[in-house]
C-alpha cells in the first residue's frame, strides 16, 4: 500500500514562493498518476495540479495557472508542486494524491478519482 507524506508548507508574503514535496512509498509510484488538492477552511477540496504516470503530461487548474508547477521524480517516489507569486486566497491545507486504478485518460480532477491521501500540509499566504 502507498503511502503519502507532504512537506515544505509554511507562512510566506505574497508574492512569495514555497516548493511542497510529497515523498511516496511503494514500488508502484511510478504507474500512479498524481495530483495536489488544496482545503481552505469552510471550503471544499479543490483540485490544484495533475501529472501523468510519465510525468509528460501535466494540468494545472486556472486559479494557478502560470504560477504554479507539478512534477515528479520517479527515481525519488517524489512529487512537488512549485508555487510562485503566492496570493492570499491560496492559504490552505494542501493535499498530495494518487490514483492507483486503471487510468484511461491523461487527467482526473475529482476527489473520488483519487485512491490516497496523504495528511496535508498547511500553506498560509499573508498580505
Known amino acids: 500500500q502507498v503511502q503519502l507524506v507532504e512537506s515544505g508548507g509554511g507562512l510566506v508574503q505574497a508574492g512569495g514562493s514555497l516548493r511542497l514535496s510529497c515523498a511516496a512509498s511503494?514500488?508502484?509510484?511510478?504507474?500512479?498518476?498524481m495530483a495536489w488538492f488544496r482545503q481552505a477552511p469552510g471550503e471544499d477540496r479543490e483540485f490544484v495540479a495533475t501529472i501523468t504516470w510519465s510525468g509528460t503530461r501535466i494540468y494545472h487548474a486556472d486559479s494557478v495557472k502560470g504560477r504554479f508547477t507539478i512534477s515528479r521524480d520517479g527515481a525519488k517516489n517524489t512529487v512537488s508542486l512549485q508555487m510562485s507569486s503566492l496570493k492570499p486566497e491560496d492559504t490552505a491545507v494542501y493535499y498530495c494524491?494518487?490514483?492507483?486504478?486503471?487510468?484511461?485518460?491523461?487527467?482526473?480532477?475529482?476527489?473520488?478519482?483519487?485512491?490516497?491521501w496523504g495528511q496535508g500540509t498547511q500553506v498560509t499566504v499573508s498580505s
Open positions: 511503494g514500488r508502484a509510484f511510478s504507474s500512479y498518476v
Open positions: 494524491a494518487a490514483r492507483t486504478r486503471y487510468s484511461p485518460n491523461y487527467y482526473y480532477f475529482s476527489n473520488d478519482d483519487y485512491d490516497i
